[in-house]
């Protein structure tokens, strides 16, 4: 069991900006490659940014420049910071790990429970 547990999410107006949060732990955070998706009911699940244990980092072209994609090792939490959030950007956002460099590829095993944004 990876425990992964997001949170950040919430309403704002287009312009604004979120910083979504996974928490895990140690081994998972610096062992794994761990992803941010979002999934709406017209897109289905698309990865947004991604992170592999070596600090590389992966971002869709939808979020490029808008986005990025860190960590905290002390507190074994990844984040995601989205500015200049659009309408289009709203999605329940999901956070998760693997053991493979899946980077943006959607074969990931472990996923938290999403952490709702509203961009409107």
């Known amino acids: 069991h990876v425990p992964l547990v997001e949170s950040g999410g919430g309403s704002v107006q287009p312009g604004g900006s979120l910083r979504l949060s996974c928490a895990t732990t140690?081994?998972?955070?610096?062992?794994?490659?761990m992803g941010w998706f979002r999934q709406t009911p017209d897109k289905g699940r698309e990865g947004v940014a991604a992170?592999?244990?070596?600090?590389?980092?992966s971002y869709a072209d939808s979020v490029k420049g808008r986005s990025t994609v860190s960590g905290d090792y002390a507190k074994n939490t990844l984040y995601l910071q989205m500015n200049n959030l659009k309408p289009e950007d709203t999605a329940m956002y999901y956070c998760?790990?693997?053991?493979?460099?899946?980077?943006?590829?959607?074969?990931?095993?472990?996923w938290g429970q999403g952490t709702q944004v509203t961009v409107s």
């Open positions: 998760a790990a693997d053991h493979v460099n899946l980077q943006l590829a959607r074969g990931y095993n472990y």
């Open positions: 140690g081994y998972t955070y610096s062992s794994y490659c």
């Open positions: 992170i592999d244990s070596d600090g590389s980092a």
